[in-house]
Each structure stands twice: as C-alpha cells, then as structure tokens.
C-alpha cells in the first residue's frame, strides 16, 4: 500500500481528497496546523471509511518539525501539498503573510522532497493564475496575465519554483492543479466545507442565506455581457476534484508522463451564472432564495471556464457531478451542520 502525505489534510479539500485516496487504497499522513480547520474532520473521515488518520499539528514553516515528519515516515513515495492561505481580499491585506506562508511552506516541503528523495508531488493551483485570461476556455497554455491578487501571485510563483526544482531534479517529478470554482461536500454530509465567517464565495453564500445565517445575498452585477448578466465560473464538485488528486499520484506513480512537471486544469469545461446557480440551488432544495441584484464586485473576471481535455486524456479522469449534484450536497452539509 502506498503511503502519501497529505499537508492541510483537515482543509477543504485536503479532508474530500483523504477519503478518494482511502477508497483506492491508499494510506495517508495529514498534516495540518488547524489555523483554519478542526481535527473534528478526521473523526468525519473515520466515521465515512472506517480508516483513523493521523495528523501532525505542525507548521510548513517550521523545517525542523518537519524534517522529523519524513524521519518517522521514510516511506512516504508522493506528497498532496493543499496546507495554504486562500483568502483572496485579506492576501490584499496582508501579502507578507501569504508569501511567506504560501512560498516558505513550498520550499520547506521540496528541501524534505530532496534530503529524503521523495518523487512525487501534486501541488494545488489555482485558475487564478490566468488573470484576465483573453481566450475561453482557457487551456493549459493560456498565457498568465498579470495576477489580480497576492493570493493568485503566491500560486503564479509556486508553480514556477515546483518547475525551477524540477529542472534540477531528473528523479523528482510533479503535477500542478489548477483548480476553477470547487463547491460541494460529501454525499454523507458527515464533511463539507466549514468557511471562516462570513463565507464570501458563491455556493456558501447561497447556503447560508438559505438556511438563515443572513437575510439576503447579493448577485454582484448582472448587467456583464453575458447570457444573463451575471458573471460565468466553472464549478467543480469537490468530490470529482478530489478524485484528480488520487488519478494525478497514480499517474505519477506509473511514471508513464513525458515530462517531470504536468499541468492540468480541473473544471468541468463548463460555464455557469450566477443567477442560474441560483435557480439551480432553488431547484434541488426547493426553497426559495432571497436574493438582490447588486452592484459589480472589484476584481471579478467576467467568464472563466476550464479547457479538461488535457485532464480527461492524460488523467483518465472525468468530472462526474453537475451544479445539481453540488447544489444538492452543499445544502445537505449546511443542514447536518446548522442540526437542521
Ligand atoms: C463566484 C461568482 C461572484 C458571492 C475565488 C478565487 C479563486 C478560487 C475560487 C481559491 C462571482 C459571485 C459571489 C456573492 C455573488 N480559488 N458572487 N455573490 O471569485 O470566482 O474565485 O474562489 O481559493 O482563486 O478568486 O469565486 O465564489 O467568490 O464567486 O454574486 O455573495 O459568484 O461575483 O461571479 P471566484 P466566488
């Protein structure tokens, strides 16, 4: 059985990833600080396969502790890295602590990656990279604009240093995911997304509205030129994206790639509204949802959708769980949380 580490195995989608790794077999190290998880996630991932995790509560930044992470477990033969900052506006705010997190983490985890020649990592991009992009779908040679946030900078400059390392390392090989929209939970509702509050992205919203945790949400502009206005995201079940993470180690293990770095976009290679997410939340759940057409949010791009050929092909993944599907396990995980 292969052993993987998992770093920010209590996160989002760290926890979704842990339990399609456990199902093909897989055994799994999580570390993760908790700074913005609870460990009360790995009792969920017991509860759903039956397998107890250990995780280490340590810091990236910390190389000592980490070191001795690699020293209890020289087995290790790939490396999921999720453990980062992802607040778009408060990387605004405070851009030391995310390149500082987001890059020093990065370069902790290659140093182990080479003291105990560990081959194999997957590191979790972002579409943020692309910017503005000028070209839709966007492929995975769409050229990166100019990024629109030190978040997306510290995802731009990972993925360059993963390829600078990789250059250098013939042995050492690694795949860069480039997430678009991930919403959703587990069809269990045991797990889901737990945002720090307030949520601010799309499906969150929608789900705390709904269940009353606010009066109403706003719509950020539908007066883009669009089908109806409304801006246009690809949004990818987490449990689909998680399973691209169990299809890229096993890729990496079968050593079949061309080269030792590989890109790949995660999206279903569809475009979704706003406002027909919102029909479609109303839809699965059958509540009606109070919502008001507001001012453009700053920094929105108008329309992103993924390019998944690359993936499907090279992966021999396929995105399975429409906008339904996420809306459907994003309102149960708010319920089973909010004991409603
Ligand atoms: C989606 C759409 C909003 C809230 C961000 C990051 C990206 C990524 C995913 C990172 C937009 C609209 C939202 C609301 C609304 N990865 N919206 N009312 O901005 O596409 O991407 O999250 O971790 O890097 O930038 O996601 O969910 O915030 O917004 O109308 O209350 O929903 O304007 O069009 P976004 P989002």
Redesign the pocket.
Known sequence: MSKVLVTGGTGYIGSHTIIDLINNGFEVVSIDNLTNSNDDVLEGIEKITGVKVTNYRIDLVDLASLLQVFRDHPDIEGIIHFAAY?L?GESVEKPLAYFRNNLLGLINLLTCMETFEVANLIFSS???VYGNAEELPVTENTPFQEAE?P??RTKQMGEQIIRDFAKVHPDHQAVLLR?F??AGAHESAIIGEAPSNPA????P?ITETAIGKRKS?????ADYDTRDG??I?DYIHVMDLANAHTKSLQFLLQKKNATNCEIFNLGIGEGVS?LE?IKAFEKVSGEKLNYEIGPR?PG??VA?YADKERSERELGWKPERDIDAIMESAWAWERARSGK
């Open positions: 992802k778009v972002s579409c943020s946030s978040y997306a997430y929209n991930p601010s992205n799309l499906v919203v949400m706003t719509v950020f502009g409304s801006c995201r706003v997410a949010r929105d791009v992103i």
